[in-house]
């Protein structure tokens, strides 16, 4: 296979999984969104993971709440719980890496507040800790994932919201995630801010 026809091959694979999302995620993406917009306007805050590859997304979508998606507007309460190495490293060292998410979520973690968890490989400990510790809290879960994942969508509480990319393929997932961030950061802004862009 020439260069060119892997470049042709992974573009082509994108866009049929993009497509997927399209035709079979909309609705989820659209309640997802209007979770996080309710959970706004009654003064939460959104608190957002993962792990490994995941983490940029995570972080991504937190910088585009506080700071800015598409326009100026007064910056949106969202916590990432992947950006301070101190924490992480802290909790990991003294107690378990497993529990380095759940543990600040219990610290700062509130009923009705939204959990956004990334996950583009196979289940992690960590990750089913901290859907355990936001039921606990009252906080809800919009978990992204893909087809190759299905423990810790079978944790899920039917007040969660489960949004799995129809691929086993990590970059695949990981590419569709980013997409699914932006009709999210989209929808919010419209949603509280109005259409019009400035």
């Known amino acids: 296979?020439?260069?060119?026809?892997?470049?042709?091959?992974?573009i082509s694979?994108?866009?049929?999984?993009?497509?997927?999302?399209?035709?079979?995620?909309?609705?989820?993406?659209?309640f997802a969104a209007q979770q996080i917009v309710n959970a706004?306007?009654?003064?939460?805050?959104?608190?957002?993971?993962g792990n490994a590859a995941a983490v940029s997304n995570a972080q991504y979508f937190t910088a585009a709440m506080i700071n800015r998606?598409?326009?100026?507007?007064?910056?949106?309460?969202?916590i990432s719980l992947v950006n301070d190495v101190q924490m992480l490293t802290s909790i990991a060292s003294a107690q378990h890496y497993d529990e380095v998410f759940a543990k600040q979520l219990r610290a700062l973690g509130q009923a009705a507040d939204v959990l956004l968890i990334y996950n583009v490989e196979g289940?992690?400990?960590?990750?089913?800790?901290?859907?355990?510790?936001?039921h606990e809290k009252q906080?809800?879960?919009?978990?992204?994932i893909g087809d190759n994942e299905t423990a810790l969508?079978?944790?899920?509480?039917?007040?969660?919201?489960?949004?799995?990319v129809p691929s086993q393929s990590a970059q695949r997932v990981q590419e569709?995630?980013?997409?699914?961030?932006?009709?999210?950061?989209?929808?919010?802004?419209?949603?509280?801010?109005?259409?019009?862009?400035?």
Do not use: W
């Open 1 to 10: 296979m020439s260069l060119q026809n892997n470049i042709n091959q992974q």
């Open 13 to 30: 694979e994108s866009i049929l999984i993009q497509q997927l999302v399209q035709d079979e995620l909309g609705e989820l993406i659209e």
């Open 40 to 49: 706004l306007l009654a003064d939460k805050k959104i608190l957002t993971c």
């Open 69 to 78: 998606y598409q326009r100026e507007r007064p910056s949106l309460p969202a």
């Open 123 to 134: 289940s992690e400990l960590n990750l089913v800790k901290l859907i355990n510790a936001a």
């Open 139 to 144: 906080v809800t879960v919009i978990l992204l």
């Open 153 to 164: 969508a079978g944790i899920l509480n039917e007040a969660d919201i489960c949004i799995s």
């Open 176 to 198: 569709a995630h980013l997409l699914i961030t932006h009709c999210l950061c989209d929808l919010i802004d419209s949603q509280l801010f109005g259409n019009q862009l400035v």
